[in-house]
């Protein structure tokens, strides 16, 4: 019965949400409750936002230049919560879309058909809902971009036209059609980037002759002075590289078929059997390329297909191959095991699957304990079924959503929605390092950190820890009866163990490990569409929430570490500081972009003891935020301040709910109420203004990054940081309240 009335809910949600009206309930409900993990489908993206709730209210005041009176903005901050608490899993996260990348959905459905697992694993009622998404996104011009908003690309349009046709879509349906010509009138497939060219190998409808190499020999190097060691990659880089080098080491590909050969005619130009392979290996659309490989790199993977047909010859290097792919394949297992299969993100999910396929395809073999875990990435929304960019951003926006309940000063009457996110905090922070030795596996140590989403995902990152830590002082601080058991000493403890680990020579903290190599090193970056992914990089955001969250432990429990966290803040400043630009603004990696940067600026400074009258520094970044604001009181970035590293303001002038949050969070904590208040006041109400009659606001523009060029949908932000900046608005306004770390 308890079954029952879950299928009911499910049901009465589809029904009354006029977005799914197209689409039967039945069919929804079965992917929702019967495969898939129970999430609710949010509007993405396409559909559009209810009607402002402040249209008519609001307008009046919005011509004046006062503060917003209290009740005015109560009501609002109220409508905010209430809704939001309603979206609450029962874990106490808040379960969102995390799409927008194109081309791990195409990943997916490759690896499965070559495993000859598509319809076990993605029964009829989701390859309907794929199909869907792959439509919904097709741009006009026939192609698929690099992510949902982008310009076609010839890797979008590739791969999802093969996700098209393994999905059973035949070559003349209209879709189909446009996009084999957007493919066909920019060369054909051979000018797909490197990624493209890899999956396209493993289909069987590319030659390997025709992929840079990628020797899993490399693994067997001594780490200790080796700059170019996989295991002082960037994590995600490492962790996608250890598969890719396992199939390209054993030239795994999928078997023939007939689809496999009509893909083979409709995506080349002129006859496949013809093509010089070796001439197409570093070939690319002008479309994909970001980062162009420097010569020295071609020269280098030039080299290496001339030596390693030698190699392979004879005996020792034959023996060396096999010892390489047995370590490799050691290192999958361990990563499998250490994530309980869900893998480190999408793409090493989907090529570890792979890989243990390809070792062992029998029933017996180790890709049978992957295939249950995919779902773990799939997301089902109007715009139909994808694959998210990670297992989901829980822990992530629930500490965000914890300071934001918090900052509204609702905390005690939502202090039951309080209480369960906290038990999420509590449930999700990580309790172990993995096993073994860490170094042997170029692991960091994980005890007391926060993940990005999940415990059984486990990796820890510092900016995740530091967030977690900073909601879990602040709901201690609520105090048990109200917001449940705390976080144990000891584990907050742990976690600022982590959180000063992490901190590089220069100062500044990176995501999941330290800074292990040099930028140089980007020169043998391979994947033309992503930028900066060879090590991993300190950045503001991470160095920043470090900083916040050792300065606001170090206020609630002086004594513990005080030495190491004062001289660590010191440093983090240094690096800050070093890290600004000219016009006071920090580029931001992980979200669009000066806005979210300077927030963390902002804040990692105010976190040291500085004010605005005492730190030139910071006068400038409010110069620049302040400089940035719009006619109608918001801000509004684009995703191309990211790809360009320059600030581009929103099409057509619109502002961004989220940017105008981050700003004024920004402007607020540097004390912009006492010099001015005016350009908050402003703020306040443009988010007042864009709020809808249910308390939600609308899902506008893309707001996640990575590697400078791939757009990620965060969905819980529109939520989350409209109310953090009315809340810390009102305190500021009506009552005032301490920065952290003063
Ligand atoms: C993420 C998501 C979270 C993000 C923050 C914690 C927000 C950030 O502050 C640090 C970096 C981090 C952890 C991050 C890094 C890159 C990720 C893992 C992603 C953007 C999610 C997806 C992306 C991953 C690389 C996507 C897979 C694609 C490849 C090119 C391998």
Known sequence: ???????????????????????????????????????RAREIHTSPPPPSAYDTSVRSVSVTEDPIPRSVIERSMRAGVEFYQGLQDEDGHWASDYGGPLFLLPGLIIA?????????????????????????????????????????????????????????????????????????????????????????????????????????ECWLLPYEYNPIHPGRFWCHCRMVYLPMSYLYGCRASGASSFLTEELKSELFV????????????????????????????????????????????????RWIRANALKLTMNHIHYEDENTRYI?????????????????????FGSWRKHTP???????????????AGYNGSQLWDCAFAVQAIVATGLHVEYSACLRSAHKYIRDSQVLDDCPGQLSRRFRHISKGAWPFSTRDHGWPISDCSSEGLKAALELEAMGS?????????????????????????????????????????????????????????????????????????????????????????????????????????????????????????????????????????????????????MPCGG???????????????????VSHVVNTAWAM???????????????????????????CSNGDWPQQTIMGVFNNNCMITYANYRNIFPLWALGEYTNYVYGFRPSEGQ
Not at 639 to 653: A, F, I, P
Not at 665 to 682: E, F, K, T, V
Request: overall charge positive.
């Open 1 to 39: 019965s308890a079954d029952t009335a879950e299928v009911e809910r499910i049901r009465s949600q589809f029904t009354s949400n006029r977005c799914f009206q197209r689409h039967s309930a039945d069919e929804l409900i079965r992917v929702q409750y019967g495969a898939l993990r129970k999430k």
């Open 112 to 216: 499965l058909y070559v495993m000859g697992q598509l319809d076990h694993v993605l029964p009829d009622y989701v390859q309907v809902e794929m199909r869907r998404y792959l439509l919904n996104h097709q741009n006009e011009d026939g192609g698929f971009g690099l992510h949902i908003e982008g310009s076609s690309t010839m890797f979008g349009t590739t791969l999802s036209y093969v996700s098209m046709r393994l999905l059973g879509m035949t070559a003349t349906t209209e879709a189909v059609v446009n996009a084999r010509s957007w493919i066909l009138s920019r060369g054909g497939a051979i000018n797909v980037p490197s990624w493209g060219k890899f999956y396209l190998c493993i289909l069987g409808i590319y030659d390997w002759e025709g992929l840079n190499p990628v020797p899993p």
């Open 270 to 317: 002129g006859n496949y059997k013809t093509i010089n392979w070796d001439k197409t290996r570093n070939t690319c659309a002008s479309e994909d390329l970001y980062y162009s490989h420097p010569r020295i790199q071609d020269a280098l993977w030039w080299g290496l297909t001339k030596v390693e047909p030698f190699f392979l010859r004879w005996w020792p290097g």
């Open 343 to 363: 893998n480190i993100g999408p793409v090493n999910k989907v090529m570890n699957m792979l890989s243990c396929w390809f070792q062992d395809p029998s029933e």
């Open 373 to 387: 875990r995919v779902a773990d990435y799939l997301w089902l929304a109007e715009d139909g079924m994808k694959m």
């Open 481 to 629: 009866e109200r917001a449940g058991p705390s976080v144990p000493v000891g584990l907050l403890q742990e976690c600022v163990n982590v959180i000063l680990s992490y901190q590089n020579m220069g100062g500044g903290w990176a995501t999941y490990e330290n800074t292990r190599s040099y930028e140089w090193v980007e020169i043998i970056n391979p994947a033309e569409t992503f930028g900066d992914i060879m090590i991993d990089y300190p950045y503001v955001e991470c160095s920043s929430a470090s900083m916040q969250a050792l300065a606001k432990f170090h206020q609630r429990y002086p004594t513990y570490r005080k030495q190491d966290i004062k001289k660590s803040l010191h440093r983090g400043r240094k690096f800050l500081l070093s890290i600004q630009r000219r016009d006071g603004s920090w580029y931001g990696s992980w979200a669009i972009c000066f806005t979210y940067g300077t927030w963390f600026g902002i804040k990692g400074l105010m976190s040291t003891g500085s004010t605005f009258e005492t730190c030139e520094a910071l006068r400038r970044a409010v110069k620049f935020l302040l400089s940035k604001q």
């Open 635 to 653: 801000w509004g970035e684009s995703y191309l301040s990211s790809q360009t590293k320059q600030y581009v303001q929103l099409e057509g002038g």
């Open 665 to 691: 969070l920004a402007l607020l904590a540097s004390g912009q109420i006492s010099r001015d208040p005016l350009p908050l006041h402003r703020g306040a109400r443009s988010l007042m203004r864009a709020q």
